[in-house]
């Protein structure tokens, strides 16, 4: 393997204990053994990882798969190759106790959802609700707000139930400032929440660049599934240092046993295709888009290829 490094930089939506495989991937040396250099940031405002990936300033964006998705046939093709979160990790927090919830519930509350950093949390909440046989047209979202907004003026007592992180969630509730009626981890089912998508040109590359990319990420995710949280936390402190050590360790295996992270990276179609419904539910897109128009299978095929999966 030649001494110089391949770059290949990330422009992330967001920061999160989710993406561990990546960090991993990076901790553990498995990408520099692959001849990659691997980077990331989080641009402000996070909409321009687009602008990044389109200026060839980033090789791959990290986030919600609804992007590409939106893009699809109206201003740009983006091609998703590889899955680093499995689950929505996010959480239901109600000013009052909600025993035995159902998803029906939800209907004539007033529910706050945050939008932003390229996730799409109200549009998934109601295409699970709408599953679990709740009409939507009967919850009342409010969502043209910030999520520390949204979080400020819940505790103030406004709304009935706010959608956030689940650990911050299982925090507030030990606070006795709530109380979590469903962890969407666990209740939301699995979906191709956190992706890696790039351009048709990056992809493209001989070098195989994103291929070499999702094996490493593979080798993390793979080292994720057979080790406890703990032997995570050097890493946890170094990249998540304003997190408690042992929340952020508790976190991850949390994820662990949820099933965050499965067996693999590929993008699982039926996953896909269940939340392309929740997007077509909400009028986001005018239908299902075919697979292999929104994913690109090459990366994964190489890296199954080179692991033996």
């Known amino acids: 393997m030649s001494n110089t490094l391949d770059r290949f930089h990330i422009s992330a939506t967001g920061l999160s204990i989710n993406y561990m495989p990546e960090y991993l991937a ?8 692959l001849g990659l250099k691997v980077t990331s940031y989080v641009p402000k405002p996070w909409t321009t990882v687009l602008t990044d990936i389109d200026s060839g300033q980033a090789e791959a964006v990290v986030g919600g798969i609804w992007c590409p998705l939106i893009y699809k046939h109206r201003a740009a093709d983006y091609y998703a ?10 959480a239901l927090l109600s000013h009052q ?8 519930d939800l209907e004539g509350k007033k529910v706050l959802t945050s939008g932003g950093n390229g996730a799409s949390p109200g549009l998934f909440l109601a295409g699970v609700a709408a599953e679990g046989g709740a009409d939507v047209s ?12 949204l979080q400020e003026l819940f505790e103030g007592g406004f709304g009935d139930i706010i959608m956030m992180k689940a650990d911050l969630a299982a925090q507030m509730e030990a606070k006795g400032k709530g109380f979590v009626v469903s962890d969407l981890t ?19 590359r001989e070098d195989n660049l994103c291929g070499r990319f ?9 080292w994720l599934r057979e080790h406890d949280g703990y032997d995570c936390r050097q890493i946890l402190a170094r990249n998540w240092p304003k997190v408690e050590l042992d929340k952020a360790v508790a976190l991850v295996n949390e994820y662990r046993q949820q099933g965050m992270w499965p067996e693999t990276v590929r993008i699982q179609e039926e996953e896909l295709n269940r939340w392309q419904k929740f997007l077509v539910e909400g009028h986001v897109i005018d239908g299902v888009i075919p697979y292999e128009e929104i994913v690109d299978p090459r990366p994964f095929r190489y890296a199954a290829e080179k692991l033996g999966l």
């Open 26 to 33: 990076v901790e553990l040396g498995y990408f520099e053994q």
């Open 81 to 90: 190759f590889a899955k680093v979160a499995s689950r929505c990790p996010l």
């Open 97 to 104: 106790p909600m025993e035995n919830f159902q998803w029906k």
């Open 138 to 149: 009967k919850i009342h979202f409010i969502h043209d707000f910030t999520i520390a907004m």
């Open 186 to 204: 666990i209740t939301g089912g699995p979906v191709p929440w956190s992706v890696y998508y790039a351009t048709p040109e990056t992809l493209a």
């Open 214 to 222: 999702t094996q490493g990420l593979q080798m993390a995710q793979t």
